[in-house]
């Protein structure tokens, strides 16, 4: 039962024509194309606005066997050969080299050895640890706008908090963060007000920039042998006698900057608006936080994942070999898109999906993936989510949005779904 009444949002209509996919009103609301495609095509082949055919699977059983088929390979060497045999054009952008030869980019045997070095050195013991340091942050960003009644929660805290986070826990030393904030910046081409659009070749300077600076502060961290920190854990990591090389621990630092940033800017931001959207739900956490009371924040921040999460659709995988989902064929070197989104609504498998509910208990949802990618900083994302949402609601009380639902501007993209900005007013 639930203490309090969860506002139901709009039913989604699953009759009439194919909604269509990808534009700005998908953008903006994606929920009801993923109904319709769920009932009439739950696995559905379309053309992506990069021109490359691909599968969508939206049913939450069809998704979570798709995550967990090794029979749909990630990496992108393999779809690249695969299609060219074929006399076809593999996904374009994907590649497999340098920083991109990390974890979501590798298949077993080689994901199992390096995700089990990773885990040596990224514990949720060390995470632990760092919840002080990641109130201190949440704290410290919150006194930049406290005293002025107003903010764009995206750019003045969403968009920070993760990077510096990050930042600190791998061992980037504080004067080289604002670096990383700019070059984070630049790959999700949205940085600070007034810098909206990356310039042309700006993610490629990025990345060289960043690969870079990795490569020089692993190898000082080698020399150095004795920080805490997680780049020199990375460093120390074994595992029967192997361990990671410079360039494996330059990926992996990569991919643990990144696969942690953009995603966790989103669950602050889709967070704190789906909640300013259902007062009841903000009003029911913030009455526990007043008493001091933060049992509910776990719930909350794993309902918010799967109400409105930071990842639409999991990270590309395609067809090692013809197989079927949900009963439709996809053939030998298809790409294939697990719909998170659509999955995480599906009323198969949530009670009243489409209702944010923060007590919700049977809530197994698909936010951080499924099976050998499983997200591996899901601890750290907790965390973060945790301590945004409590620190925001306690020290901000009456935090209101300050514009209307339409005038809210959605990120467009594939895999991710994220506000533009969040302008809120408060009491100073
Ligand atoms: C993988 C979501 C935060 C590191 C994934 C995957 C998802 C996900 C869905 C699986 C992708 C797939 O199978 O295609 C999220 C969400 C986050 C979040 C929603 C925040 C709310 C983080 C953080 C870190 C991180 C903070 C690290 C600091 C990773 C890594 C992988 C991954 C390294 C790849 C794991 C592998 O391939 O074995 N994440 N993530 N993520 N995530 Fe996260």
């Keep these: 039962a639930r203490p ?58 069809d998704a979570r066997q798709a995550l967990a088929d090794q029979r749909l390979s990630k990496d992108p060497a393999r779809h690249a050969a695969a299609t060219a045999a074929r006399g076809k054009t593999g996904i374009p952008g994907e590649q497999r080299a340098g920083l ?14 390096l995700r089990r070095l990773v885990s040596r050195a990224f514990t949720p013991r060390r995470v632990e640890a760092f919840r002080p340091r990641v109130q201190e942050l949440t704290d410290r960003l919150i006194d930049g706008f406290a005293a002025r009644g107003t903010a764009d929660l995206i750019h003045e805290f969403a968009f920070p908090l993760p990077i510096y986070a990050i930042c ?6 504080a004067e080289d963060q604002d670096d990383f904030r700019d070059w984070a910046g630049m790959m999700i081409r949205h940085s600070r007000p007034g810098e909206r659009a990356a310039p042309r070749g700006g993610v490629a300077r990025a990345v060289k920039r960043i690969r870079a600076y990795l490569e020089e502060l692993i190898h000082r961290k080698r020399a150095e042998a004795a920080g805490d920190d997680l780049i020199s854990g990375l460093i120390r990591a074994s595992d029967h006698g192997e361990q990671l ?54 719930t909350a921040v794993e309902e918010l994942l799967r109400f409105d999460g930071p990842v639409e659709l999991a990270t590309w995988r395609f067809a090692t070999e013809p197989l079927t989902i949900g009963g439709t064929r996809v053939p030998a070197g298809d790409p294939v898109l ?14 009243d999906p489409d209702t944010l509910d923060l007590t919700r208990q049977d809530n197994p949802h698909l936010g951080f993936g499924h099976g050998i990618h499983y997200c591996l900083g899901a601890p750290l994302a907790r965390l973060e989510g945790q301590r945004a949402l409590a620190t925001l609601l306690t020290r901000l009380p009456d935090l209101r949005c300050a514009v209307a639902p339409e005038e809210l501007r959605w990120r467009g993209g594939l895999i991710m779904r994220g506000l533009r900005e969040l302008p809120v007013a408060f009491t100073p």
Aim: net charge negative; proline share 9%; aromatic share 8%.
């Design 4 to 61: 309090e009444a969860a506002r139901p949002a709009a039913a989604c209509p699953v009759t009439g024509p194919e909604p269509a996919l990808f534009g700005w009103e998908f953008a903006t609301d994606p929920y009801p194309a993923y109904a319709w495609l769920r009932e009439n095509a739950p696995v559905h082949r379309t053309t992506l606005p990069s021109g490359v055919d691909a599968w969508l699977v939206t049913r939450y059983d």
């Design 100 to 113: 991109f030869a990390h974890l979501l980019n590798i298949d077993p045997p080689d994901h199992t050895r």
């Design 168 to 173: 600190d826990m791998l061992g980037v030393p």
């Design 245 to 298: 090389t410079e360039a494996e621990a330059a990926a992996m630092a990569f991919i643990l900057l990144f696969a942690g940033f953009e995603t966790t800017v989103n669950l602050i931001g889709n967070g704190v608006n789906a909640l300013l959207r259902h007062p009841d739900q903000l009003a029911l956490l913030r009455a526990g936080l007043a008493r001091g009371d933060e049992r509910l924040l776990a």
């Design 338 to 351: 697990v719909v998170l989104g659509g999955a995480d609504r599906d009323p198969r498998r949530f009670t």
